[in-house]
């Protein structure tokens, strides 16, 4: 398990407290699962993911990720409607083991751009984790 | 007892579930017995039933009267197989994952699927699982359909199971030759699965190819049930037709009557369909030194790890019974299954043809296997007493499970009915 110090936590993402990461790209929003996130799980070895065109709201459950160790469920920071997923993922889930930020989940088209405001940045994420 | 562990009485133990989730009414129970005189009523029990061996019971109906063979009480009198829960702990179980890993194979094999899992409780439960799990799969659509050729046990076990559900069970009618009619399906698009029996209940072959052809037209699951699997040995296993989910029940290889009890739910899938499975998996595997070893596997799916979320809340097997199966299975292998069933067909067509020339009408021009239906246009009843004196259990009146059937009759033959039995059946019916 990594030190909190040892942790990637790239400062072009924001978090939230379920950890996930959401990026925006054009007038979407990619998701995928904070590096801290990973390493709880362990070697993932199953995604489930939604479908294009499904739609949720913010903090709605969107999937499960499944590791050697637990199965976790999956938040949505922004909701909105999925756009893309990362079909990838159904041959490689340990690509979110091997580098969390290229291993986006989903795309979403956001309802609402200022729940993206709110989520934390790298700072307020990482004060979290202290705190856990 | 109660002093020790510091209770007043028998109802402070249940003081933790809310009063109206209790039964508050006086319980309808006979007094209690001694062992000796509970042995002479069950006695008195057992002297009122038409059962085996006394008698040769001609009736079916999702219970099979097939032979035992002697291998079967043997192995299974080991102690180490006498285990009816699923072992957690590989290290402890090896023996017993082994057994349920090759009931799993052979099952596979025999309903041609790429994946079993280790058993369900029975065919009914397995029917309702097997529709959950095509919801599952199916995501936003609520609603399945049954065929009403399905045996009347397994549907009412549905309807408990989908009672507290907003699901919706649909029912499919059946044409004039006994098998399911389809038509209505054109114009369904929302249906998540759709269920068939073959043989159905009428004992009749359902053409599962097209079936399964017309409900993959409509974007749903084919889930194929059965109620006696020793069919497969004579026709095509529902996995190779196509069907997506294959669910039903086991109680014909190996194991007894038993007053309706307990039965085995064998259930496997197309292999790209295995997370949204119910129930235990066995996997091989290798420890640390490279050997061979058995293991539970894809557990993420199941209660104890993700509790509410969990595939469904099977978290046991039924172990007897399941390795009984697999050592039925085993001891017949292929040829032998595909023996046994072409003399359970035969025997069957023999008293079907029987009957037939004696005058009785046959009710539905498909293939069968096992089991037919006829119609009798005087009252059967009176033969059927007849026959009961001579230790002969004839015909199933369907009229309590169909309105409209009350002269038709549900036959079963199996290989352990001697030819002279359906001779003395076919000249009662000839008078």
């Known amino acids: 398990m990594k030190e909190i110090n040892e942790l990637n936590l790239p400062t072009d993402v924001r978090y939230s407290d379920d950890h996930e990461w959401a990026k925006v790209t054009g007038d979407t929003i990619k998701v995928g699962i904070s590096d801290y996130a990973q390493d709880q799980l362990g070697d993932i070895v199953f995604v489930e993911l939604p479908e294009v065109g499904d739609s949720f709201e913010t903090g709605d459950e969107f999937g499960t990720l499944e590791s050697v160790k637990a199965v976790s469920e999956l938040y949505i920071p922004v909701g909105g409607e999925i756009v893309a997923v990362n079909n990838e993922l159904e041959d490689a889930p340990e690509l979110v083991n091997q580098d969390p930020y290229k291993g986006w989940i989903i795309e979403v088209k956001p309802n609402e751009i200022n729940d993206f405001e709110s989520l934390l940045d790298r700072d307020a994420y990482l004060e979290i984790l202290k705190g856990d | ?431």
């Open chain 2, 1 to 431: 007892m109660f002093d020790t562990i510091g209770v007043k009485d028998f109802d402070e133990l249940f003081e933790t579930v809310p009063e109206s989730c209790r039964y508050d009414k006086k319980m309808d129970l006979p007094e209690p017995k001694t062992e000796w005189s509970l042995n002479t009523y069950m006695s008195e029990i057992r002297s009122m039933m038409e059962v085996t061996p006394d008698h040769t019971v001609l009736i079916g109906a999702g219970r099979y009267q097939h032979h035992i063979p002697a291998t079967i009480p043997n192995i299974m009198g080991r102690s180490e197989f006498l285990t009816a829960y699923t072992p957690y702990q590989p290290e402890m179980a090896q023996g017993t994952l082994q057994g349920l890993f090759e009931y799993q194979t052979l099952t596979a094999r025999l309903l041609g699927v790429d994946v079993a899992n280790a058993s369900m409780y029975d065919g009914a439960s397995g029917l309702a699982e097997a529709l959950l799990m095509g919801l599952r799969i199916g995501r936003k659509k609520k609603r399945v359909a049954v065929s009403t050729a399905i045996h009347p046990h397994f549907r009412e076990v549905v309807s408990t199971y989908f009672l507290p559900t907003d699901f919706e069970v649909v029912e499919l009618p059946f044409l004039d030759d006994g098998s399911t009619d389809l038509s209505s399906l054109a114009d369904e698009d929302d249906l998540a699965a759709v269920a068939l029996q073959s043989p159905n209940f009428f004992g009749v072959v359902e053409d599962m190819d097209a079936a399964v052809t017309a409900i993959h037209n409509i974007g749903a699951l084919c889930v194929a049930c059965f109620s006696e699997p020793m069919s497969f040995g004579l026709f095509k296993s529902p996995g190779s037709c196509g069907a997506d989910i294959v669910c039903g029940e086991g109680q014909s290889f190996g194991m007894p009557i038993s007053f309706g009890g307990p039965g085995l739910g064998m259930f496997g899938c197309r292999e790209k369909f295995v997370r949204s499975m119910p129930g235990r998996l066995v996997g091989e595997t290798k420890d640390l030194d490279g050997k061979r070893g058995f293991v539970l596997t894809l557990s993420t799916r199941e209660q104890h790890i993700r509790r509410e979320k969990a595939t469904s809340n099977i978290c046991s097997n039924q172990g007897i019974c399941t390795l009984t199966a697999s050592m039925y299975m085993a001891s017949l292998g292929g040829t032998g299954l595909r023996k046994m069933a072409r003399l359970n067909y035969d025997k069957t067509e023999y008293l079907k043809k029987g009957l037939l020339e004696a005058g009785a009408k046959g009710c539905f021009s498909a293939q069968t296997f096992n089991e037919f239906v006829v119609e009798f246009s005087n009252d059967f009843s009176l033969v059927q007493k007849k026959l009961m004196e001579k230790g002969i259990v004839a015909g199933l009146n369907l009229g309590r499970f169909y309105p409209g059937f009350e002269n038709r009759y549900l036959f079963c033959v199996t290989e352990t009915v001697p030819k002279e039995v359906l001779d003395i059946v076919i000249s009662e019916v000839k008078k």
